[in-house]
């Protein structure tokens, strides 16, 4: 179907907005369809340019950058949002020291905003009046696995000559509810989900592991095929894996299993954090990801060792290593082929070994500043 004008286009993309919003909300909450008809006389001055500034808000949780991507001022963007506040009588976003934090009523709208944009593509498409709405994906990553994935994922997508709009955001536990909902489009976990519409893929198995320390900690001058014992005797800071090492880390049964008790410094959730606490310390953590261990390569002051097969075998001999998955809708088209597997060839590369690394002693491959090198020991 091809519409004449832009103006009857926008009529029936707003009557569409109105369907969507007023079906949803009069099933939903009682207190909106009681003032639906009110509702219904504020939604009349939205416009497709406000429920884009939404979606993106919503997806980069940051009205700057936005604002930079739609090359408009930030003004503009903060008219947008107090327009929606007004006709939903809801403030959307509140604004935390990190950036904005999405209110319930936006959790609930985001889906739908995001199915109007479009459908607001596929119309203009028809018409003939410009390219459909790029899609756009969420996709929720352990720290150890976010590092650089955005980046890649994209470098990969020039490659194969594909369009890619991505944004990696933290691992969390509302990470399934959230993609069943139309939130997020892929999460990284170390277990599979057990809801029917999600579909888990296996991805591999842990190989490798990285003893990460300050330059001058004095780990760096044990012998390099036998620094786990001595690990035990200082702090362990735990990188968070959920659902791997949430409840107990394989150091710490490690420990017990020897007899002796492992001191937890505390734990990270974000690498950043780890390298703060690293450096003002005498604490050890681990990574299991060579990415992320290339990430902290680049922190002055840190320095990275591999760990060697055969203590990574006693590290693990009854706490069994990490096994990744990535979990997707089963709906065709949720995610592109060619994206999930992109991303299940960087998460293999970055988590297992390659052949020419299996070897008994420990690798050398991230030395830091002064930190001693395998020739010197």
């Known amino acids: 179907m091809v519409y004449p004008d832009k103006k009857n286009y926008e009529l029936l993309l707003c009557s569409k907005i109105s369907f969507h919003l007023i079906s949803y909300f009069s099933i939903r909450d009682i207190r909106i ?32 950058s936005v604002a930079n991507s739609l090359n408009v001022a930030p003004s503009k963007v903060s008219r947008c949002l107090g327009a929606l506040r007004h006709a939903l009588g809801d403030q959307l976003f509140i604004r935390r020291q990190y950036g904005f934090e999405p209110t319930p009523t936006a959790d609930k709208l985001y889906p739908y905003f995001q199915q109007i944009m479009c459908l607001a593509g596929q119309v203009c498409q028809s018409a003939g009046d410009q390219p459909s709405q790029q899609q756009h994906y969420i996709v929720y990553a352990p720290a150890t696995l976010s590092c650089k994935l955005a980046s890649e994922l994209k470098r990969h997508a020039v490659l194969k000559q594909q369009e890619l709009s991505l944004s990696v955001r933290p691992l969390s536990a509302s990470g399934p509810d959230d993609i069943l909902q139309g939130r997020a489009d892929l999460m990284l976990s ?28 004095p780990i760096w001058h044990r012998p390099a095929n036998n620094m786990l014992d001595a690990i035990i005797n200082y702090p362990f800071l735990v990188t968070e894996c959920p659902a791997f090492n949430d409840r107990i880390d394989p150091l ?26 690293l450096m003002e310390s005498d604490a050890i953590t681990f990574i299991g990801a060579r990415q992320a261990a290339e990430f902290m390569q680049h922190i002055p002051g840190v320095s990275i060792r591999e760990m060697s097969e055969p203590e990574f075998a006693l590290l693990h001999d009854r706490c069994p290593p990490p096994k990744y998955y990535a979990i997707r809708r089963k709906e065709d088209g949720a995610l592109p082929d060619w994206l999930l597997e992109c991303v299940c060839e960087l998460v293999t590369q970055s988590v297992t070994r390659p052949a020419k690394l299996h070897q008994s002693g420990a690798s050398d491959i991230f030395v830091s500043h002064n930190a001693p090198t395998m020739a010197s020991l």
């Open 33 to 64: 369809w009681e003032l639906r008809e009110r509702f219904m006389d504020k939604l009349r001055d939205i416009n497709l340019f406000t429920i884009r500034v939404f979606v993106m808000v919503y997806e980069s949780l940051n009205s700057l």
């Open 190 to 217: 170390f277990k599979p989900s057990e809801k029917e519409r999600l579909e888990s893929r296996f991805i591999a198995t842990g190989e490798r592991l990285f003893v990460v320390a300050r330059d001058e900690h």
């Open 252 to 277: 710490e049964l490690y420990a017990m299993d020897h007899g002796r008790q492992l001191k937890i410094a505390g734990k990270a959730g974000v690498l950043s954090e780890v390298s703060d606490y």
